[in-house]
Protein backbone atom coordinates (compact mmCIF):
# COMPACT_ATOMS: atom_id res chain seq x y z
CA UNK A 1 0.00 0.00 0.00
CA UNK A 2 3.21 2.34 0.66
CA UNK A 3 3.35 2.23 -3.69
CA UNK A 4 1.68 5.00 -5.55
CA UNK A 5 2.25 5.58 -9.09
CA UNK A 6 1.53 8.53 -10.99
CA UNK A 7 0.94 8.83 -14.77
CA UNK A 8 0.75 11.93 -16.42
CA UNK A 9 3.34 14.42 -18.96
CA UNK A 10 6.19 14.33 -16.84
CA UNK A 11 9.61 16.61 -17.02
CA UNK A 12 12.40 16.82 -14.89
CA UNK A 13 14.96 18.58 -14.57
CA UNK A 14 18.62 17.01 -14.80
CA UNK A 15 21.03 20.73 -15.06
CA UNK A 16 21.16 24.01 -16.16
CA UNK A 17 20.63 24.82 -19.70
CA UNK A 18 23.25 27.37 -19.49
CA UNK A 19 26.19 24.92 -19.15
CA UNK A 20 24.71 21.32 -20.39
CA UNK A 21 22.62 22.65 -23.53
CA UNK A 22 18.88 22.85 -23.97
CA UNK A 23 18.37 19.17 -24.86
CA UNK A 24 20.67 17.25 -22.56
CA UNK A 25 19.04 19.59 -19.53
CA UNK A 26 15.75 17.25 -19.30
CA UNK A 27 14.09 14.00 -19.24
CA UNK A 28 10.20 14.23 -20.95
CA UNK A 29 7.98 11.59 -20.85
CA UNK A 30 4.63 12.37 -22.73
CA UNK A 31 3.26 9.62 -21.13
CA UNK A 32 5.29 8.98 -17.97
CA UNK A 33 5.11 7.37 -14.80
CA UNK A 34 6.41 7.96 -11.54
CA UNK A 35 6.52 5.26 -8.76
CA UNK A 36 6.74 6.61 -5.24
CA UNK A 37 7.76 4.75 -2.13
CA UNK A 38 8.05 5.93 1.67
CA UNK A 39 7.55 9.75 0.29
CA UNK A 40 10.57 8.83 -1.98
CA UNK A 41 10.32 8.67 -5.62
CA UNK A 42 11.67 5.14 -6.64
CA UNK A 43 10.97 4.99 -10.69
CA UNK A 44 10.22 7.63 -13.53
CA UNK A 45 10.09 6.39 -17.07
CA UNK A 46 7.63 6.09 -19.80
CA UNK A 47 4.54 4.54 -18.67
CA UNK A 48 3.97 1.57 -20.94
CA UNK A 49 8.12 0.67 -20.26
CA UNK A 50 7.53 0.70 -16.60
CA UNK A 51 3.84 -1.15 -15.91
CA UNK A 52 5.07 -3.80 -16.61
CA UNK A 53 7.53 -4.24 -13.85
CA UNK A 54 5.43 -3.22 -11.45
CA UNK A 55 2.99 -5.13 -9.20
CA UNK A 56 -0.20 -5.21 -10.35
CA UNK A 57 -1.86 -3.86 -7.07
CA UNK A 58 -0.23 -0.61 -6.95
CA UNK A 59 -2.47 2.63 -6.94
CA UNK A 60 -2.15 4.46 -10.02
CA UNK A 61 -2.92 8.69 -10.10
CA UNK A 62 -3.60 9.54 -13.37
CA UNK A 63 -3.92 13.32 -14.71
CA UNK A 64 -4.83 14.72 -18.21
CA UNK A 65 -4.23 17.86 -20.02
CA UNK A 66 -1.68 18.39 -16.92
CA UNK A 67 2.29 17.99 -16.40
CA UNK A 68 4.18 16.46 -13.35
CA UNK A 69 7.13 19.24 -12.35
CA UNK A 70 9.51 18.86 -8.98
CA UNK A 71 7.82 21.28 -6.64
CA UNK A 72 9.06 24.92 -6.75
CA UNK A 73 11.70 26.37 -4.93
CA UNK A 74 11.42 29.99 -3.74
CA UNK A 75 15.16 31.03 -1.86
CA UNK A 76 13.99 34.14 -0.73
CA UNK A 77 10.47 35.31 0.90
CA UNK A 78 9.42 37.42 4.20
CA UNK A 79 6.83 35.36 5.75
CA UNK A 80 5.97 38.16 8.32
CA UNK A 81 5.28 40.58 4.89
CA UNK A 82 2.18 38.23 3.98
CA UNK A 83 -0.66 41.18 5.30
CA UNK A 84 1.47 43.88 3.54
CA UNK A 85 1.94 42.47 -0.07
CA UNK A 86 0.75 45.52 -2.44
CA UNK A 87 2.02 48.47 -0.04
CA UNK A 88 1.81 51.56 -2.53
CA UNK A 89 4.24 53.57 -3.78
CA UNK A 90 7.71 53.79 -2.18
CA UNK A 91 11.00 52.48 -3.18
CA UNK A 92 13.65 50.16 -0.54
CA UNK A 93 14.40 52.18 2.14
CA UNK A 94 11.11 54.22 2.66
CA UNK A 95 8.96 51.11 2.04
CA UNK A 96 10.70 49.59 5.07
CA UNK A 97 10.10 51.94 7.25
CA UNK A 98 6.41 53.28 6.47
CA UNK A 99 4.88 49.77 5.26
CA UNK A 100 7.75 46.73 6.56
CA UNK A 101 8.87 48.09 9.99
CA UNK A 102 5.00 48.38 11.50
CA UNK A 103 3.71 45.02 10.14
CA UNK A 104 6.91 43.04 12.08
CA UNK A 105 6.18 44.63 15.06
CA UNK A 106 2.75 42.96 14.98
CA UNK A 107 4.98 39.69 15.72
CA UNK A 108 5.43 40.56 19.18
CA UNK A 109 2.03 38.36 19.87
CA UNK A 110 2.74 34.59 19.15
CA UNK A 111 -0.87 33.94 18.22
CA UNK A 112 -0.08 36.43 15.67
CA UNK A 113 2.92 35.03 14.48
CA UNK A 114 0.80 31.52 14.19
CA UNK A 115 -2.27 32.68 12.29
CA UNK A 116 0.09 34.35 9.36
CA UNK A 117 1.74 31.14 9.32
CA UNK A 118 -0.48 29.03 8.73
CA UNK A 119 -2.18 31.60 6.24
CA UNK A 120 1.81 31.69 4.68
CA UNK A 121 1.96 28.36 4.25
CA UNK A 122 -0.99 27.71 2.80
CA UNK A 123 -0.41 30.20 -0.05
CA UNK A 124 3.20 28.54 -0.81
CA UNK A 125 1.21 25.30 -1.34
CA UNK A 126 -1.84 26.41 -3.00
CA UNK A 127 1.11 27.93 -5.68
CA UNK A 128 3.22 24.37 -5.74
CA UNK A 129 6.21 26.18 -4.18
CA UNK A 130 7.28 23.12 -2.23
CA UNK A 131 10.44 24.61 -0.29
CA UNK A 132 11.75 28.09 0.77
CA UNK A 133 14.46 30.07 1.90
CA UNK A 134 12.23 32.42 4.63
CA UNK A 135 12.73 35.09 6.79
CA UNK A 136 11.27 35.39 10.23
CA UNK A 137 11.00 38.44 12.59
CA UNK A 138 13.36 39.79 15.16
CA UNK A 139 11.33 37.98 17.53
CA UNK A 140 12.31 34.19 17.96
CA UNK A 141 8.69 33.09 18.74
CA UNK A 142 7.82 34.13 14.88
CA UNK A 143 10.27 31.12 13.79
CA UNK A 144 8.84 29.12 15.88
CA UNK A 145 5.39 29.62 14.76
CA UNK A 146 7.15 29.12 10.99
CA UNK A 147 8.92 25.83 12.07
CA UNK A 148 5.95 23.98 13.74
CA UNK A 149 4.01 25.04 10.43
CA UNK A 150 6.30 23.61 8.29
CA UNK A 151 6.70 20.48 10.45
CA UNK A 152 2.78 19.68 10.60
CA UNK A 153 2.66 19.44 6.74
CA UNK A 154 6.21 17.51 6.56
CA UNK A 155 7.61 20.63 4.46
CA UNK A 156 11.39 21.08 3.47
CA UNK A 157 11.96 24.49 5.00
CA UNK A 158 15.09 27.19 5.68
CA UNK A 159 14.09 30.17 8.34
CA UNK A 160 15.71 32.00 10.71
CA UNK A 161 15.02 34.64 13.18
CA UNK A 162 15.91 38.40 11.36
CA UNK A 163 19.02 39.92 13.66
CA UNK A 164 18.92 43.41 13.70
CA UNK A 165 20.37 45.78 16.35
CA UNK A 166 20.37 49.61 14.61
CA UNK A 167 18.65 51.50 12.41
CA UNK A 168 15.41 50.45 12.84
CA UNK A 169 12.77 50.75 15.38
CA UNK A 170 13.34 50.07 19.32
CA UNK A 171 10.60 47.53 19.14
CA UNK A 172 12.21 45.75 16.16
CA UNK A 173 15.92 45.80 17.49
CA UNK A 174 18.34 43.18 19.52
CA UNK A 175 21.78 43.41 20.51
CA UNK A 176 24.44 41.70 19.21
CA UNK A 177 24.56 39.50 22.50
CA UNK A 178 20.68 38.39 22.18
CA UNK A 179 20.31 37.74 18.80
CA UNK A 180 23.19 35.59 19.03
CA UNK A 181 21.39 33.70 22.24
CA UNK A 182 18.01 33.96 20.83
CA UNK A 183 19.70 32.47 16.92
CA UNK A 184 21.50 29.33 19.47
CA UNK A 185 18.29 28.97 20.90
CA UNK A 186 16.60 28.59 17.86
CA UNK A 187 18.94 25.78 16.23
CA UNK A 188 19.12 23.96 18.79
CA UNK A 189 15.42 23.34 18.82
CA UNK A 190 15.29 23.21 14.91
CA UNK A 191 18.18 23.10 12.84
CA UNK A 192 18.45 19.24 11.42
CA UNK A 193 14.40 18.56 12.74
CA UNK A 194 13.16 16.44 10.24
CA UNK A 195 12.86 18.75 7.13
CA UNK A 196 13.83 21.45 8.68
CA UNK A 197 17.09 23.93 8.33
CA UNK A 198 18.53 26.58 10.09
CA UNK A 199 19.41 29.90 8.10
CA UNK A 200 21.34 33.10 10.33
CA UNK A 201 19.88 36.16 8.66
CA UNK A 202 21.39 39.31 9.94
CA UNK A 203 18.45 41.60 7.62
CA UNK A 204 21.03 43.28 5.70
CA UNK A 205 24.59 45.70 6.88
CA UNK A 206 22.43 48.94 7.42
CA UNK A 207 20.64 47.08 10.29
CA UNK A 208 23.76 45.27 11.94
CA UNK A 209 26.34 46.68 13.71
CA UNK A 210 29.70 44.96 12.84
CA UNK A 211 29.78 42.97 16.62
CA UNK A 212 26.31 41.39 15.40
CA UNK A 213 27.86 40.68 11.99
CA UNK A 214 30.62 39.04 13.58
CA UNK A 215 28.45 37.23 16.19
CA UNK A 216 26.19 35.77 12.80
CA UNK A 217 30.00 34.56 11.07
CA UNK A 218 30.14 32.92 14.81
CA UNK A 219 27.49 31.15 14.66
CA UNK A 220 28.30 29.83 11.57
CA UNK A 221 31.57 28.33 12.39
CA UNK A 222 30.06 26.55 15.60
CA UNK A 223 27.25 24.26 13.76
CA UNK A 224 27.45 22.32 10.66
CA UNK A 225 25.19 23.10 7.82
CA UNK A 226 23.33 26.29 8.44
CA UNK A 227 22.33 28.82 6.16
CA UNK A 228 22.92 32.61 6.02
CA UNK A 229 20.54 34.55 4.28
CA UNK A 230 20.50 38.39 3.63
CA UNK A 231 19.93 41.25 1.74
CA UNK A 232 22.89 42.73 -0.77
CA UNK A 233 22.93 45.12 -3.29
CA UNK A 234 19.13 46.10 -4.17
CA UNK A 235 18.73 49.19 -4.36
CA UNK A 236 21.13 52.64 -5.28
CA UNK A 237 20.62 54.39 -1.83
CA UNK A 238 21.21 51.85 0.16
CA UNK A 239 24.13 50.91 -1.58
CA UNK A 240 25.65 54.42 -0.60
CA UNK A 241 24.64 54.48 3.03
CA UNK A 242 26.23 51.00 3.30
CA UNK A 243 29.36 52.87 1.66
CA UNK A 244 29.20 55.64 4.50
CA UNK A 245 28.04 53.25 7.21
CA UNK A 246 31.58 51.09 6.97
CA UNK A 247 34.02 53.28 5.07
CA UNK A 248 36.59 50.63 6.17
CA UNK A 249 35.34 47.88 3.63
CA UNK A 250 35.60 47.29 -0.11
CA UNK A 251 31.56 47.65 -1.04
CA UNK A 252 28.66 46.35 -0.05
CA UNK A 253 29.67 42.69 -0.59
CA UNK A 254 32.76 42.66 1.34
CA UNK A 255 31.02 44.41 4.72
CA UNK A 256 29.58 40.92 4.79
CA UNK A 257 33.28 38.98 3.50
CA UNK A 258 34.96 40.96 5.91
CA UNK A 259 32.67 38.92 8.81
CA UNK A 260 32.94 35.87 7.24
CA UNK A 261 29.73 35.59 5.76
CA UNK A 262 30.06 34.13 2.48
CA UNK A 263 30.29 30.73 2.02
CA UNK A 264 28.46 27.36 -0.10
CA UNK A 265 25.32 27.74 2.38
CA UNK A 266 24.94 31.87 1.89
CA UNK A 267 22.03 33.76 -0.07
CA UNK A 268 22.25 36.80 -1.12
CA UNK A 269 18.83 38.04 -2.13
CA UNK A 270 18.74 40.65 -4.93
CA UNK A 271 22.19 41.92 -6.35
CA UNK A 272 21.08 43.85 -8.36
CA UNK A 273 24.20 46.44 -8.73
CA UNK A 274 27.56 44.09 -8.62
CA UNK A 275 30.47 45.09 -9.95
CA UNK A 276 32.86 42.04 -11.62
CA UNK A 277 35.29 41.48 -8.77
CA UNK A 278 32.04 41.06 -6.15
CA UNK A 279 30.47 38.34 -8.70
CA UNK A 280 34.33 36.51 -8.66
CA UNK A 281 33.80 36.51 -5.07
CA UNK A 282 30.16 35.09 -4.82
CA UNK A 283 31.24 32.29 -7.58
CA UNK A 284 34.74 32.01 -5.62
CA UNK A 285 32.99 31.17 -2.28
CA UNK A 286 29.87 29.13 -3.98
CA UNK A 287 27.55 31.60 -2.40
CA UNK A 288 24.22 32.17 -4.24
CA UNK A 289 21.69 34.52 -5.16
CA UNK A 290 18.28 34.65 -5.32
CA UNK A 291 17.17 36.86 -7.94
CA UNK A 292 13.74 38.48 -7.34
CA UNK A 293 12.12 39.92 -10.12
CA UNK A 294 8.72 40.97 -9.31
CA UNK A 295 10.14 42.60 -6.25
CA UNK A 296 13.12 44.48 -8.35
CA UNK A 297 10.34 45.80 -10.45
CA UNK A 298 7.54 46.42 -8.02
CA UNK A 299 10.16 48.47 -5.64
CA UNK A 300 12.08 49.91 -8.55
CA UNK A 301 15.25 48.30 -7.47
CA UNK A 302 16.73 47.59 -10.82
CA UNK A 303 16.72 45.16 -13.71
CA UNK A 304 19.51 41.66 -12.24
CA UNK A 305 22.03 41.04 -14.87
CA UNK A 306 21.48 37.50 -15.28
CA UNK A 307 24.38 36.69 -17.50
CA UNK A 308 26.55 38.53 -15.44
CA UNK A 309 25.80 35.63 -12.75
CA UNK A 310 26.02 33.01 -15.79
CA UNK A 311 29.40 34.87 -16.65
CA UNK A 312 30.70 33.97 -13.66
CA UNK A 313 29.30 31.31 -12.98
CA UNK A 314 27.23 31.96 -9.41
CA UNK A 315 24.57 30.00 -8.39
CA UNK A 316 21.39 31.44 -8.96
CA UNK A 317 17.84 30.71 -7.41
CA UNK A 318 14.53 32.38 -8.19
CA UNK A 319 12.65 34.18 -5.02
CA UNK A 320 9.72 35.96 -4.87
CA UNK A 321 10.69 38.38 -1.96
CA UNK A 322 7.15 38.72 -0.55
CA UNK A 323 6.40 41.33 0.31
CA UNK A 324 7.77 43.27 -2.02
CA UNK A 325 7.51 40.54 -4.25
CA UNK A 326 4.17 40.85 -5.74
CA UNK A 327 3.31 36.98 -6.38
CA UNK A 328 3.61 33.77 -3.99
CA UNK A 329 3.59 32.11 -7.61
CA UNK A 330 6.90 31.06 -9.21
CA UNK A 331 5.20 30.86 -12.59
CA UNK A 332 4.33 34.80 -12.63
CA UNK A 333 7.75 35.18 -11.09
CA UNK A 334 9.76 33.39 -13.88
CA UNK A 335 7.04 35.06 -16.35
CA UNK A 336 8.99 38.88 -15.01
CA UNK A 337 12.17 37.38 -14.80
CA UNK A 338 11.47 36.73 -18.79
CA UNK A 339 10.17 40.77 -19.03
CA UNK A 340 13.28 41.46 -16.84
CA UNK A 341 15.87 40.08 -19.27
CA UNK A 342 13.68 41.50 -22.14
CA UNK A 343 14.23 45.06 -20.95
CA UNK A 344 17.84 44.28 -21.14
CA UNK A 345 17.81 42.72 -24.69
CA UNK A 346 17.89 38.97 -23.72
CA UNK A 347 15.89 36.13 -23.74
CA UNK A 348 15.34 34.11 -21.18
CA UNK A 349 14.04 30.58 -22.62
CA UNK A 350 11.23 28.28 -20.97
CA UNK A 351 13.57 24.79 -19.76
CA UNK A 352 15.98 27.63 -17.99
CA UNK A 353 13.01 29.66 -16.38
CA UNK A 354 11.91 26.30 -14.83
CA UNK A 355 15.02 25.25 -13.96
CA UNK A 356 15.87 28.29 -12.04
CA UNK A 357 12.16 27.82 -10.17
CA UNK A 358 13.01 24.01 -9.52
CA UNK A 359 16.91 22.60 -9.67
CA UNK A 360 18.80 25.81 -10.11
CA UNK A 361 16.59 26.90 -6.71
CA UNK A 362 17.92 23.37 -5.16
CA UNK A 363 21.26 23.68 -6.31
CA UNK A 364 21.60 27.39 -4.56
CA UNK A 365 20.50 25.52 -1.82
CA UNK A 366 22.87 22.47 -1.67
CA UNK A 367 19.93 20.49 -1.57
CA UNK A 368 19.65 18.87 -5.41
CA UNK A 369 20.65 15.64 -3.67
CA UNK A 370 16.96 15.06 -2.19
CA UNK A 371 15.19 17.72 -3.71
CA UNK A 372 14.37 20.26 -7.67
CA UNK A 373 14.20 17.03 -9.82
CA UNK A 374 12.07 14.04 -10.13
CA UNK A 375 15.13 11.00 -10.42
CA UNK A 376 14.77 8.19 -8.22
CA UNK A 377 16.21 8.70 -4.52
CA UNK A 378 14.64 11.99 -4.24
CA UNK A 379 12.38 13.26 -2.18
CA UNK A 380 8.82 13.15 -3.40
CA UNK A 381 8.01 16.69 -3.70
CA UNK A 382 6.28 17.84 -6.62
CA UNK A 383 3.40 19.81 -8.42
CA UNK A 384 0.42 18.80 -10.81
CA UNK A 385 0.10 21.60 -13.34
CA UNK A 386 -3.23 21.83 -14.90
CA UNK A 387 -2.61 22.75 -19.12
CA UNK A 388 -6.40 23.68 -19.38
CA UNK A 389 -6.61 26.16 -15.80
CA UNK A 390 -8.37 28.51 -17.44
CA UNK A 391 -10.57 29.32 -20.39
CA UNK A 392 -7.81 31.36 -21.75
CA UNK A 393 -5.17 28.99 -21.28
CA UNK A 394 -6.99 26.05 -22.35
CA UNK A 395 -7.78 27.93 -25.65
CA UNK A 396 -4.04 29.13 -26.26
CA UNK A 397 -2.54 25.38 -24.91
CA UNK A 398 -4.89 24.24 -28.05
CA UNK A 399 -2.82 26.06 -30.37
CA UNK A 400 0.86 24.98 -29.34
CA UNK A 401 3.13 22.76 -31.03
CA UNK A 402 5.77 21.63 -28.65
CA UNK A 403 6.57 21.15 -25.06
CA UNK A 404 8.51 24.65 -25.27
CA UNK A 405 5.64 26.26 -25.95
CA UNK A 406 3.19 24.67 -23.45
CA UNK A 407 6.02 25.59 -21.07
CA UNK A 408 6.29 29.31 -21.94
CA UNK A 409 2.44 30.02 -22.44
CA UNK A 410 2.24 28.33 -18.75
CA UNK A 411 4.79 30.68 -17.34
CA UNK A 412 3.11 33.46 -19.24
CA UNK A 413 0.22 32.40 -18.16
CA UNK A 414 -0.21 30.41 -15.35
CA UNK A 415 -0.08 31.25 -11.42
CA UNK A 416 -1.86 29.61 -8.90
CA UNK A 417 -5.11 28.58 -11.14
CA UNK A 418 -2.90 26.22 -12.50
CA UNK A 419 -1.07 24.05 -9.86
CA UNK A 420 -4.06 21.27 -9.51
CA UNK A 421 -2.12 19.31 -6.68
CA UNK A 422 0.62 19.79 -4.47
CA UNK A 423 2.60 16.30 -3.00
CA UNK A 424 5.64 16.96 -0.26
CA UNK A 425 7.07 13.78 0.76
CA UNK A 426 4.61 11.81 -1.74
CA UNK A 427 1.48 12.90 0.58
CA UNK A 428 -0.80 15.44 -0.89
CA UNK A 429 -0.26 19.18 1.22
CA UNK A 430 -2.73 20.77 -1.11
CA UNK A 431 -5.53 20.10 -4.15
CA UNK A 432 -7.03 22.50 -6.08
CA UNK A 433 -10.54 20.70 -6.95
N1 LIG B 1 16.33 44.88 2.62
C1 LIG B 1 16.29 44.84 3.97
N2 LIG B 1 15.11 44.35 4.41
C2 LIG B 1 14.39 44.08 3.32
C3 LIG B 1 13.08 43.54 3.12
O1 LIG B 1 12.35 43.22 4.06
N3 LIG B 1 12.68 43.40 1.83
C4 LIG B 1 13.47 43.74 0.77
N4 LIG B 1 13.01 43.57 -0.46
N5 LIG B 1 14.68 44.25 0.94
C5 LIG B 1 15.14 44.42 2.19
FE1 LIG C 1 13.69 40.44 0.87
Request: overall charge negative.
Amino acid sequence: PAITAYRAAILDSLGDPTDLGIDNSYRYFEDGLMVVENGQITALGEATDLLTTLPADITIQQYSDALIIPGFIDTHIHYPQTGMIASYGEQLLDWLENYTFPAEQKFADPQHAADVSEIFVNELLRNGTTTALVFGTVHPASVDAFFHCAEQHNLRMIAGKVMMDRNAPAALTDTPDSSYQDSKALIERWHGKGRLHYAVTPRFAPTSSPEQLSLAGKLLQEYEGLYMHTHLSENKNEIEWVKNLFPDQNGYLDVYDHHHLLGERSVFAHGVHLCDEECQRLADTDSAIAFCPTSNLFLGSGLFNLPQAEKFKINVGMGTDVGAGTSFSMLQTINEAYKVMQLQGKKLHPFKSFYLATLGGAKALKLDDKIGNLEPGSEADFVVLDYNATPLMKYRMAQTQSLEERLFVMMTLGDDRAVKETYAMGKPVYSRD
